[in-house]
T-cell receptor, first 112, second 114 residues
Framework: EDQVTQSPEALRLQEGESSSLNCSYT??????LFWYRQDPGKGPEFLFT???AGEEKEKERLKATLTKKESFLHITAPKPEDSATYLC?????????????FGKGTHLIIQP | DTEVTQTPKHLVMGMTNKKSLKCEQH?????MYWYKQKAKKPPELMFV???????INESVPSRFSPECPNSSLLNLHLHALQPEDSALYLC?????????????FGPGTRLTVT
């Protein structure tokens, strides 16, 4: 069974204080690992897809990296508007239009 | 454009009512999904449609009935729901060619069952 574990569950940072969120996964064969941002009461917003170990992607203050067992979402000099829940999800190989398996998310608060 | 739209935004219904949720996308995606999300929990997969055919039903109770009338539309028909069915219902779609694994989510319908 595919499993995704995110840590920490919650993180409070000061504006400008960089940090990293962790996503560890167990999957029979990784097709893709995804990061989403979700604001309260809204749908998840797609951020990144990572396909293979060693891959990195960046967008503004966010950088996602992938190893064979985990992914990190690095946040550099965050701003209050980066406050949200960050979700990690995996899709396993197996063919077909399978759904995503999500972690429970990291609730990030950036204080001004 | 990576927009998935959902209507209504909010829905309050009694346990004897029949209502429907609607999802629409015009990105040419041929895989569409329904997820259910309870407060402070991650989304949970309910149904998957691939090329307008139901391919996955994650043991969802029959009071939820999905329908995919064409490649752009996805409906979720609701009947005789229970208060524990109150949640955010999310629709998602993804392309089936190219970098075709990433799913794009709609804003969700907040459902309250009284």
């Amino acid at each position: 069974e595919d499993q995704v574990t995110q840590s920490p569950e919650a993180l409070r940072l000061q504006e400008g204080e960089s940090s990293s969120l962790n996503c560890s996964y167990t999957v029979s064969g990784l097709r893709g690992l995804f990061w989403y941002r979700q604001d309260p009461g809204k749908g998840p917003e797609f951020l990144f897809t990572l396909y293979s170990a060693g891959e990195e992607k960046e967008k503004e203050r966010l950088k996602a990296t992938l190893t064979k067992k985990e992914s990190f979402l690095h946040i550099t000099a965050p701003k209050p508007e980066d406050s949200a829940t960050y979700l990690c999800a995996v899709q396993a190989r197996g063919g077909g239009a399978d759904g995503l398996t999500f972690g429970k998310g990291t609730h990030l608060i950036i204080q001004p | 454009d990576t927009e998935v739209t959902q209507t209504p935004k909010h829905l309050v219904m009694g346990m004897t009512n029949k209502k429907s949720l609607k999802c629409e996308q015009h990105m040419g995606h041929r895989a569409m999904y329904w997820y259910k999300q309870k407060a402070k929990k991650p989304p949970e997969l309910m149904f998957v449609y691939s090329y307008e055919k139901l391919s996955i039903n994650e043991s969802v109770p029959s009071r939820f009935s999905p329908e995919c009338p064409n490649s752009s539309l996805l409906n979720l028909h609701l009947h005789a729901l229970q208060p524990e069915d109150s949640a955010l219902y999310l629709c998602a779609s993804r392309p089936t060619s190219g970098e075709w694994y990433e799913q794009y989510f709609g804003p969700g319908t907040r459902l309250t069952v009284t």
